[in-house]
């Protein structure tokens, strides 16, 4: 189980230069990646969302590309001496026309980044893919140990709040039938006082306690609850991602308790369900960053 959580990054040297990726993650409904990267790189992007795509399924990912280029892949010259004479020449055609006695200097020369611009050898494209999807890997490679890691320690506490939704159902079932029984004693020694206590309607009592009784019987809400969390259990270990499915019974068994709450009026059980219902909806918080 991965949490969608996460954080990678990775760092490739090669002759075109020095490539940096980071990545990071965090929970979303649909798999959804913002690629930032140097405008060469601007052609890689359909691979980049493929390779990612491949080992990521859900989830809000931001991905940074950085590349410094070496040395090696510049020309002997940092200065564009073919241009530095023609914007020298024009320079001084218009302090001519202007009338302007400054002198033109190097300096105003170098302001001008086209003249200090570096002439770039063109890269291999497809050397440049490799190297980058060799980075890209890494860094996804330790996004991905990251959120196993994240998701493990989220498994850890969802099996400690089912035990405890297990443990629960055990007290509300064995509360609805004291609750039935208490009723039925209640609601006989009640009437039994008001025919003074005549046995003429012993079997009416009987039958009104026994719909009573079914009124308010929990059995089947609780045997569903038991099975919801024998689910949520067993998904728990898959190696797909679950996040969905999670959700999906976490409604399922909301959907009991509420059940329950609605039949029972005992404050005991009323009680138990609240509680059911807040590790329900802990339960819920951490699903939301499932993969």
Known sequence: ?????????????????KIRVEISSVNNRYLEIT????RSFFGFDPKIKEVIAKMLNRGKVNLFISFEDNIESFSNSYINKKLSKIIFS?????????????EITIHDLLLIPEVTKPETVSFDEKALWVSLEKTL??????????RKKEGDEIKKDMKKRLKALL????????LSVECVTKRRDKITEKLK???????????????EIAILAERTDIA???????????????ALEEKNPIGKKLNFILQELNREVNTIASKCSDISISSTTIQMKEEIEKLREQVQNIE
């Open 1 to 17: 189980m991965n949490s969608m959580t996460g954080f990678g990054k990775a760092e490739v040297k090669t002759k075109l230069g």
């Open 35 to 38: 690629p930032r990267a140097p």
């Open 90 to 102: 024009d320079l001084s055609k218009l302090k001519k026309e202007l009338k302007i006695k400054e």
């Open 137 to 146: 890997r890494k860094a996804l490679t330790e996004l991905m140990v990251m």
């Open 167 to 174: 443990t629960s159902t055990k007290e509300v079932e064995k």
């Open 193 to 207: 006082d008001i025919l003074n206590n005549s046995n003429e309607y012993s079997v009416r009592i009987e039958e």
């Open 220 to 234: 089947e809400e609780c045997i569903r609850i038991y099975s919801h969390l024998k689910q949520y259990k067993a």
